[in-house]
Each structure stands twice: as C-alpha cells, then as structure tokens.
C-alpha cells in the first residue's frame, strides 16, 4: 500500500508518544509484527516510520494502533487513527485550496518591465568603484571646538 497522510500523522503522534526507539519494540511484538523485518537504525522517528511500514504491509496498522491504546488510552489521536475516515489533523490549510494562484499576463509583464530593458551591463559595478576612490571628506577646523565638513 502506498504512505498515506495518515501514516504521516500517526508516525509523528507514535514518535512524541514513544520518543525512545527502545521502547518501540515492545508495540512491534504486541501488534503481531515480527521485529526482525523492521530496521530500527536511525532516531525513534525513522524507526517509526519503518514499523508502519511494516504494519501497513501486513495489514497491522490497526493492530499497532490498538497495542499503543493500552498504554494511552486517552490519546483522542489515536483513538480517531482506528476509523477507516481518514482525518486531517493539519493546523494549516492546503496552500492550492485557499490560493488564487494564477499565471502573470503579457500585458502585465510589459507594464513590469516599462518597455526597455533595465538591466546594466558588468562593468557598471567596476565603474562606481574607480569613481568612489576619488571621493574624499575635508575637514576644516574653525575656532576651538568646532568642525566645517566638505
């Protein structure tokens, strides 16, 4: 079965519930999966991400889901990850459904562009330094304390 964004979402909810990869294990026996198929490399999120791999190949998810409610009977997660409807529990909306995105017209483009090119070559640069050496500050004292600057 294809990683469905609800696998995203238990994986993340798994990970803050049993953030020690040790502890892991124990959910994997519990739910029938066999530990010797899951790679527990990596941190507690990978190994996670492996076990409902696992799980979802298996048919298991359930099951795995099950074994974790024992020990968090009152994680309203996971108690709504048991349904066949699929929850959103993004805080975010879709950018593509609240967006008006719509492409940049001709008309438009000329309108950015005023008709001429405003690029300037290279050598612009190059210039602007060579001027700005021959910039230079005077300072011209006048009675005690004070200063005229030219």
């Known amino acids: 079965m294809a990683w469905t964004?609800?696998?995203?979402?238990?994986?993340?909810?798994?990970?803050?519930?049993?953030?020690?990869?040790?502890?892991?294990?124990?959910?994997?026996?519990?739910?029938?999966l066999k530990p010797q198929f899951i790679d527990t490399s990596g941190n507690a999120l990978d190994v996670?991400?492996?076990?409902?791999?696992?799980?979802?190949?298996?048919?298991?998810?359930?099951?795995?889901?099950?074994?974790?409610?024992?020990?968090y009977p009152d994680n309203p997660?996971?108690?709504?990850?048991?349904?066949?409807?699929?929850?959103?529990?993004?805080v975010a909306p879709d950018i593509d459904d609240t967006s008006n995105w719509q492409d940049v017209s001709e008309e438009t483009l000329e309108v950015l562009t005023?008709?001429?090119?405003?690029?300037?070559?290279?050598?612009?640069?190059a210039k602007g330094v060579r001027k700005s050496k021959s910039v230079g500050k005077v300072?011209?004292?006048i009675g005690s304390n004070r200063y005229s600057v030219g």
């Open 5 to 32: 964004k609800k696998l995203t979402q238990l994986n993340d909810i798994l990970s803050d519930l049993v953030p020690n990869k040790d502890g892991i294990t124990k959910y994997v026996k519990a739910s029938g």
């Open 48 to 71: 996670w991400s492996n076990v409902l791999s696992e799980a979802d190949k298996n048919s298991k998810v359930d099951e795995l889901v099950k074994s974790v409610l024992d020990t």
């Open 77 to 90: 997660f996971l108690k709504s990850a048991l349904f066949a409807k699929e929850i959103d529990f993004s």
């Open 114 to 125: 005023m008709e001429q090119s405003t690029l300037l070559p290279v050598n612009f640069l």
């Open 139 to 141: 300072e011209i004292k």
